[in-house]
């Protein structure tokens, strides 16, 4: 996620970058996390090393020097430190996840196809799978329980490490080779061997329905989304309404859901967050189609960006919001670099909406709940105030 005052384009992060602020949502395919505004960058390495030593990134680096000069690992020792806060959102990534981590921004990943989040019990869930990877081949579902992987237990560990595992990060394990999933749905409990895979992500898939509906679904925010449902909306039929579909979408980068936000916006605020008790604010590009009427679709499985961008356009007028709570990931986290090369993102501060609501702990409640048919209902919503009809229908 990332942008100015008046927001600019989001860079990918490099390997050798240094502070950059996050809001982070994980995947177990490929987490996805996103930079703040460019002004909070800064990419030199000294800038990393000075900008580091404090709070909590402290005691962590400290952690990490100290394990190098006994000769231990500088990433467990971080990772102990870390995982003392209590804070889910807290992880720390060795040289090589976070060289994945970053790819994965890009929409690209070694993996076998599931997104994946840590409950507040520690257990961790499947929360979507990608369809024509191996994990959809073995049949699994949004919903599962993932219970170890090639026999390592994963309850309660950080979703960096079960990233970690799934990849085989740790054995260079490339494309093609095997992993073992023990998995969990409601009592049945059984094991599956899946090959990896590389795989890629289409973010944004659109369709129009028989009604003359365009239905605009973002799986997740990496590079290039925010641009993709620009381009959307300006192909969809003049006059047409729009579902945005944001139902399951884990988050990604600001930046992204900033642009997104600009398609439906003519500037203007679109949200606004704290760092260590500093305020800034992030606004939309003028120009954005402020005429045609929009739903925006959620569920329990929309976070962090997806909420930022939901919280948006229900404040600024300009959707209506259908189906049910949405996760309320709205925690701002900063990665930082250690000693030995690895980063560990901390936990700094929250964003809230441009009425100033806070999204973290809450999630955003929809102008009108729905469940399976929630579809239908965007449908009749988009009647009501002006759109195309539309329902759920066939795409053509």
């Known amino acids: 996620m990332s ?20 809001f982070t949502s994980v995947l177990v395919a490929g987490a996805a996390t996103g930079t703040l505004p460019e002004a909070d960058r800064k990419s030199a390495p000294d800038a990393v090393r000075a900008a580091v030593p404090a709070g909590r990134h402290a005691d962590v680096a400290r952690a990490a020097e100290e394990a190098m000069a006994e000769g231990k690992s500088p990433v467990e020792a971080a990772r102990r430190a870390v995982s003392r806060s209590g804070d889910r959102w807290d992880a720390v990534y060795s040289p090589d996840e976070y060289e994945e981590f970053e790819e ?12 994946a989040r840590r409950e ?3 257990r961790i869930e499947v929360t979507r799978v990608r369809a ?3 994990a959809a081949e073995a049949a699994i579902r949004a919903g599962d329980r993932l219970r170890s992987v090639d026999g390592h237990e994963v309850d309660g560990r950080p979703v960096t490490e079960v990233v970690s595992l799934l990849r085989g990060d740790t054995t260079d394990a490339p494309a093609g080779t095997t992993v073992r999933l023990g998995l969990q749905r409601g009592t049945r409990v059984w094991d599956v061997t899946l090959r990896r895979a590389r795989l890629s992500t289409e973010p944004v898939t659109v369709r129009e329905l028989a009604g003359g509906v365009t239905v605009i679904k973002v799986a997740a925010f990496t590079k290039g989304t925010g641009d993709r449902v620009r381009g959307a909306v300006r192909r969809a039929p003049a006059g047409a309404g729009i579902v945005l579909d944001l139902r399951g979408n884990p988050g990604g980068l600001v930046g992204e859901a900033v642009t997104a936000a600009s398609a439906f916006l003519d500037g203007g605020l679109v949200a606004t967050y704290d760092v260590e008790g500093e305020q800034r604010a992030l606004h939309a590009e003028g120009g954005g189609d402020t005429a045609r009427p929009v739903v925006a679709l959620v569920d329990g499985g929309t976070m962090s960006a997806a909420e930022l961008l939901t919280g948006a356009l229900q404040d600024r007028g300009r959707a209506i919001v259908v189906g049910s709570r949405t996760f309320g990931k709205g925690s701002v986290q900063m990665p930082g ?26 999630g955003i409640t929809p102008d009108l709940e729905a469940g399976e048919d929630a579809l239908q209902q965007a449908g009749t919503v988009l009647s009501g105030i002006g759109g195309p009809a539309g329902g759920p229908g066939e795409p053509r």
């Open 337 to 362: 670099r250690l000693p030995g090369g690895s980063v560990a993102e901390l936990t700094v501060g929250h964003y809230r909406t441009p009425s100033g609501r806070s999204v973290d702990g809450r």
């Open 104 to 115: 994965a921004l890009d929409g690209r990943y070694t993996g076998v196809g599931l997104w």
């Open 132 to 134: 024509g990877s191996p």
């Open 3 to 22: 942008g100015r005052d008046l927001f600019c384009q989001p860079r990918r992060l490099r390997r050798g970058a240094a502070l950059t602020f996050v």
């Open 120 to 122: 507040r019990d520690g």
